[in-house]
């Protein structure tokens, strides 16, 4: 699980840059719109797929961080090995039969979408499988870090 644990913070890690070339895409639209009077569209797409990938790792990331919103107004108070207990069981219980159900409901459309090499339905742009494949992503890295928290010594927490 160390391995697994490891390979998942390198794939986060890099995923984290994207944000910078999203930005940036977001920026750029202005200019290309009103100054250029062309590639607005374009720029909207790329930045599309590339949020799209970056908000797949993102979800991980908070996960692993434990940095997502948390109804824990009693389970703050419990002692460590409960709390433990608790996210294990969330995971088993939760986060890995939803992550499977993505995988297995999402699979069939996103495989079609990346064979066909579908396009953005508006401006016909090439990528739009690529937001597509972004929800399996999503799941399977959600489905690995629950895997690695079900099987790990201990457990980070938020504290």
């Given at each position: 699980?160390?391995?697994?644990?490891?390979?998942?913070?390198?794939?986060?890690?890099?995923?984290?840059?994207?944000?910078?070339?999203?930005?940036?895409?977001?920026?750029?639209?202005?200019?290309?719109?009103?100054?250029?009077?062309?590639?607005?569209?374009?720029?909207?797409?790329?930045?599309?797929?590339?949020?799209?990938?970056?908000?797949?790792?993102?979800?991980t990331a908070a996960t692993r961080d434990r940095a997502h919103l948390a109804a824990d107004f009693f389970a703050r108070r419990y002692p460590a090995p409960w709390k433990q207990g608790l996210w294990r069981a969330a995971c088993l219980a939760i986060?890995?039969?939803?992550?499977?159900?993505?995988?297995?409901?999402?699979?069939?459309?996103?495989?079609?979408?990346?064979?066909?090499?579908?396009?953005?339905?508006?401006?016909?742009?090439?990528?739009?499988?690529?937001?597509?494949?972004?929800?399996?992503?999503?799941?399977?890295?959600?489905?690995?870090?629950?895997?690695?928290?079900?099987?790990?010594?201990?457990?980070?927490?938020?504290?």
């Amino acid at each position: 699980m160390g391995r697994l644990d490891r390979g998942l913070a390198s794939v986060l890690g890099a995923a984290s840059l994207l944000v910078l070339p999203v930005s940036f895409l977001l920026f750029l639209q202005w200019p290309l719109r009103e100054v250029a009077q062309r590639g607005a569209r374009e720029a909207n797409d790329l930045a599309q797929i590339l949020f799209a990938l970056y908000v797949s790792a993102a979800v991980t990331a908070a996960t692993r961080d434990r940095a997502h919103l948390a109804a824990d107004f009693f389970a703050r108070r419990y002692p460590a090995p409960w709390k433990q207990g608790l996210w294990r069981a969330a995971c088993l219980a939760i986060l890995v039969p939803a992550a499977c159900f993505v995988i297995w409901s999402g699979g069939h459309g996103a495989w079609m979408s990346l064979v066909q090499l579908e396009r953005f339905p508006e401006t016909f742009n090439p990528g739009y499988f690529v937001v597509r494949l972004a929800a399996i992503v999503l799941a399977l890295l959600a489905l690995l870090q629950a895997l690695v928290d079900l099987f790990a010594p201990g457990i980070r927490s938020r504290e």
